[in-house]
């Protein structure tokens, strides 16, 4: 398989994709494009026209949506194991991992992803908002899983894959959280899908100037 991603410092919808793979001993070809050049442009569009990243090719099947890349891989590849095995918690992961997907709107304009970056931001209330649900639904789910492995639901899924990047824009932006989602925190950040996604991430020098947001720490 080859999944086509942007740039790893910035690209939150490509980190999902991608720690999918990662983090489930999946073998796949890192096909990382410069955000916004004519080769990404192209590239992407040998695929699909949707223009975005990621992209996932596998053999004559090509996806273009992140949470449709994690489903066709737990479908494809895990046999259905990327969602918790009961049918109540798959349904509160696939309820969280699509409020990820289509919300938090406020909090992605004004937080982007800079995986390099400490950065101090004004926040609005709307992204303060969008901060406590998050919040509330790390912490709830800590709280249900205590002594499990610190995911979202015990061991990892979609859910985790779709939120991990949240943690990066926590961490970059100094975002407060209770102690609960701080262990969901930490269990991402020690990870071995995101320790390489973030060593790759340190080694680009690239700017992209409209996802430099906030001042230096």
Known sequence: MELIIGNKNYSSWSMRAWVMLY?????????????FSAQFYGEIAKHSGAGKVPVLVDGDVAVWDSLAICEYIS???????GWPEDARERAVA?????????GFIALRNECPMNCRAKRTIVLSQAAKAD??????IWARQMEKHTGDKDWLFGTFSVADAMYIPVVMRFVTYGIEVSEQSMRYINRVLASSS?????????EDNTIIPEDEAGEEA
Not at 131 to 136: C, F, L, M, P, V
Not at 194 to 202: P, S
């Open 75 to 81: 479908e494809q590849h895990l046999d259905g194991k």
């Open 131 to 136: 901060i406590a649900r998050i919040d509330e």
């Open 23 to 35: 983090e489930n001993g999946i073998g796949f070809k890192d096909n990382e494009q410069q955000l």
């Open 194 to 202: 995101v320790v390489a996604w973030l060593a790759a991430a340190a």
């Open 94 to 102: 696939r309820a969280v991992s699509a409020e990820m997907h289509s």
